[in-house]
């Protein structure tokens, strides 16, 4: 029974970065044992791609270092250190094992490739612990679905249809406080900007994004938004829009790094239309939550297709890589000035509108017809919700290669005129000295 107290669950944190409905938390709860928690700013994370583009820019950092300060907050108060290194896994968590007793490890299942090599090179170094590999960031668990992940449906409509009636979405986990004698000596500090290679910032004043990173903050957006201001009730008539920080609901930067899970926003938006109403614009938060945990599935069946050139579809485009578009379009200096204007906002805020994406991605394949994947990796650098699955996925949509059966372009042309009809979007980017 001695040996038993003196034995430590490790949880690795990783894009799970929350306490609320965290599976693997409540998980690491259930033998008995100390928890403790870490997380490693992974210096790989932090290179220069061959693309020339940093993995991870300034922008997400930030919101990144702001997740992780508030994280050790909120298990503060449930008397779970947290562990923070700037360094390796595969260095750093052997040596948190060995000095702690460490016999399990309960982390999140992530599946690409980087995180996969990564887990395994830790594996190598840790082969007496068990690991407990848990589905924490999906809204339909993979246990639940009726029908196998190899036959996902190549329609993202095929596969809402087989879920959203059929399906039960699971119950939100809860973790309780544990005892005060779980704590230990913890002296690690969490890097700054400057630690990792980057400049810091001030905000952009016209950001649409003006948040700042982890739980606190995604619940309490979430709060306002729906039930201060019940702008979830206009969802679908605004989430086109360009301008502002009410025009959607920005949760995906809080999912991206798991600050907030789909189920919590999901079981939210049930209590609202309990409280209040239901209509057409809260149906569709849920819709998009649906095609969020697609592209997940989409990368599950498929693995490391999605970073292909040929893409899930084994397409052969003619893909150019002519450095000079590709800086123009970096720069918001193309013959699109709705493209321009997009591009931009991206670059001085970190942030741009789901209508800007498909525009300026369907600019970047089908009008310049460049290698998608550099584009995808622009992306991957600069946007504060970056999300593999889904960034992977929507290229690869708008690109041709993927999920889209019509394999559509965009006039963006047309979609400045429909989207941003007086032009205020445009003169505020490309004209800012108007305001």
Known sequence: MQEKQNKTNLVWFRNDLRITDNTVLSEAYKNGNKVIGVYCFDPKYFEVNKHGFKITEKYRAKFLIETIQNLKQQLDHLNIDLLVYNDLPETIIPQICEAYNTSDIYLQNDWTKDEVATEDA?????????????????????????????KIPQVFTVFRKKLEKYVAIREETINEVLPSSNRIENNTEIPTLQVL???????HPHSAFPFKGGETEALKRLDDYFFTTKKLGFYKKTRNGLIGIDYSSKFSSWLANGSISARTIYWKVKQFEDEHFKNESTYWLIFELIWRDYFKYVSLKHGSKIFKLEGILGKDYEWGTNKNQIKKWINGETQSDFVNANMIELKQTGWMSNRGRQNVASYFAKELKLDWRIGAAYFESLLIDYDVHSNYGNWMYVAGVGNDPRDRKFNVQLQAERYDTNGKFRKLWLQPNLF
């Open 197 to 203: 290679g980057l400049e810091d910032f001030e905000m």
């Open 122 to 150: 830790v594996k190598q170094k840790t082969k007496a612990i068990n690991f407990h590999s848990i589905y924490n960031q999906l809204l339909y668990h993979p246990d639940d679905i009726n029908f196998e992940i190899k």
